[in-house]
């Protein structure tokens, strides 16, 4: 009798460990399937802040763009895709000689342009979702990458005796010039108006710039105020990665504001 009751309690043990095992097992099945609810309908959320993050950053701080065209060689060739800068102008910095900026076409400018063939419906629907967020380049927009060569104020002229730009009276050598390319073959003087840019590609044989537009109001400048932002980095391909840094050759150009400027002796 006392076997038969030791083994009638050690059946129920184990029936009662058997039953807590699978009780742990429904609690631990039914926590997942808790947690997967809840990621799921997290999932929106996550998705909705992500693209209302990605969409002020292409607003406010960086937005990519694509380049069609061979205006800016070597330095930016066909098919690269630059990030451009549109944070600091917010905070009223100007263009500065040197820089390469994205601006809006004034006017005509992309008139001879050639298009990309278009895309097939749905992915250019897609596309363009995509560049409206900044998460892909932006390339049908009407904006144009340039170098900057004179600001408001500055004289911009062509040529000196060795073929050279000058600006303020000073001649640079332009190291960024695509190999093989004049400086230019256009002829011209500018004082560039506030508020004003002057600007050139640096594949002088193949940018129809500012020097093309000379008699145009303002004589080819463009309005500081349709600069989107400064390109700053190559992004891709990542074998042309590489930064877009002011050149140093603009540093011995003076301020035109100081330029002839005399110096008042005090009065006794």
Same mark, same amino acid.
Request: include cysteine; glycine fraction near 6%; proline fraction near 6%.
């Given at each position: 009798m006392g076997s038969r009751g030791r083994s009638r309690r050690q059946r129920d043990a184990e029936l009662e460990r058997l039953g807590g095992r699978a009780e742990r097992r429904r609690l631990a099945r039914r926590t997942k399937r808790r947690r997967r609810t809840r990621r799921a309908g997290? @999932?929106? @959320? +996550?998705?909705?802040?992500? +693209?209302?993050? &990605? +969409? +002020? @950053? =292409?607003?406010? #701080?960086?937005?990519a763009f694509f380049i069609p065209s061979g205006s800016m060689e070597q330095t930016i060739r066909i098919g690269d895709r630059v990030l451009v800068d549109k944070l600091t102008p917010w905070f009223g910095a100007k263009s500065e000689r040197g820089d390469v900026v994205v601006f809006r076409d004034p006017g005509g400018w992309l008139r001879d342009e050639t298009r990309p063939a278009p895309d097939p419906v749905g992915v250019k629907q897609l596309k363009q979702a995509l560049a409206f967020i900044g998460l892909l380049p932006a390339s049908g927009e009407q904006d144009l990458i340039k170098r900057v060569i004179g600001v408001g104020g500055d004289t911009v002229k062509c040529c000196d005796a060795k073929g050279r730009v000058s600006v303020n009276g000073v001649s640079i050598? %332009?190291?960024?010039?695509?190999? /093989?390319?004049? $400086?230019? !073959?256009?002829?011209? %003087?500018? =004082?560039? $108006?506030?508020?004003? @840019?002057?600007?050139? /590609? !640096?594949?002088? *044989?193949?940018? *129809? !710039?500012?020097?093309?537009? #000379? !008699?145009?109001?303002?004589? /080819?400048?463009?309005?500081? %105020? /349709?600069?989107?932002?400064? &390109?700053?980095?190559? &992004?891709? $391909?990542?074998?042309?990665w590489g930064s877009l840094d002011k050149p140093a050759v603009f540093a011995a150009v003076p301020d035109p504001a100081r330029r002839g400027r005399r110096r008042h002796r005090p009065v006794a």
């Open positions: 997290e @999932l929106p @959320l +996550l998705v909705a802040v992500a +693209l209302c993050i &990605a +969409l +002020l @950053l =292409k607003t406010f #701080l960086v937005q050598d %332009e190291p960024y010039v695509m190999s /093989g390319n004049a $400086p230019s !073959d256009i002829r011209f %003087e500018v =004082k560039v $108006p506030e508020g004003r @840019l002057f600007v050139m /590609g !640096d594949h002088r *044989a193949n940018s *129809a !710039d500012s020097r093309y537009h #000379l !008699d145009e109001q303002f004589q /080819g400048t463009v309005s500081e %105020e /349709g600069v989107v932002g400064r &390109a700053f980095v190559i &992004a891709w $391909p990542s074998a042309h």
